[in-house]
């Protein structure tokens, strides 16, 4: 029980505004290193695959994106049932930070799935297991996005919210088992926790280095967005008034 406050020091939006903005430059810095990195050994230091030729390097981004549309929407339910359950301010705030860029990554996955589907089944869709359950999260994000814009009270905007998140996780474990339920054209899971890489140690490397950068693109996208609406929420407050009192003064 000591360690409870020390736990939650963070959890007071100021304190979150000031920790998450001395984060961002080594965030960023982090994304473009790591993306500039990856893509470079993808594209021209793994060697072309025996099978699909040289149509299979849009793993590095598509791989990747698909990774973090499911754990992104784990993380934007858990923080919005957070919220929900303690009625924790910051963590609906994260929350809502989460999705737009969770549904970007979702869109990234698909269109660059799209991208692979075409010269590897010859389609650029087909209403398989694993492509539709992905669809289907994109739609969860935007129906979140949705719900909470329609709501003007904001605390039951975030209520209705977190419901819809909470009911929609299960469609994470669908998405990820999918290939082992069902027979479907995506194939199986080329990482595994469980057994050996099904890969070249370069195409690991750059699978790898574009996974770190995404996380720490998501991290900085993610706290930029918190921190404008912790001042937006938080606007009458004295230390808020006092940002923009210290930026007026700066623009004179």
Same mark, same amino acid.
């Given at each position: ?68 549309? !499911? ?57 398989? @297991? ?62 595994? !926790? ?8 370069? !195409? ?37 008034? @006092? ?10």
């Amino acid at each position: 029980m000591k360690n409870l406050p020390r736990f939650f020091t963070f959890a007071a939006p100021k304190r979150f505004y000031y920790a998450a903005g001395s984060s961002l430059p080594w965030l960023y810095s982090l994304t473009l290193l790591c993306a500039l990195s990856g893509l470079y050994v993808g594209f021209f230091v793994a060697p072309t695959d025996a099978t699909q030729g040289e149509s299979y390097r849009i793993i590095f981004i598509h791989v990747p994106a698909a990774w973090m549309s !499911m754990v992104l929407y784990v993380a934007m339910a858990f923080w919005a049932a957070i919220g929900w359950a303690f009625n924790a301010r910051l963590a609906s705030m994260v929350a809502r930070s989460l999705a737009p860029t969770g549904a970007a990554f979702t869109f990234l996955a698909l269109w660059t799935g799209a991208l692979w589907g075409k010269p590897t089944w010859g389609t650029w869709w087909v209403w398989d @297991a694993r492509l539709t359950s992905e669809l289907i999260l994109l739609f969860l994000y935007l129906g979140y996005m949705a719900l909470v814009e329609a709501i003007d009270d904001t605390r039951r905007a975030d209520q209705a919210g977190a419901l819809l998140a909470v009911v929609g996780v299960i469609n994470v474990p669908i998405i990820y088992f999918s290939v082992r339920w069902w027979n479907t054209l995506h194939q199986g899971a080329t990482i595994s !926790m469980s057994a050996a890489p099904k890969m070249a140690h370069t !195409m690991l490397t750059a699978m790898l280095l574009m996974t770190v950068a995404f996380w720490a693109y998501a991290f900085a996208v993610v706290f930029a967005r918190t921190r404008a609406m912790v001042l937006e929420r938080e606007r009458e407050t004295e230390w808020v008034q @006092a940002i923009g009192t210290a930026a007026n003064r700066e623009r004179v």
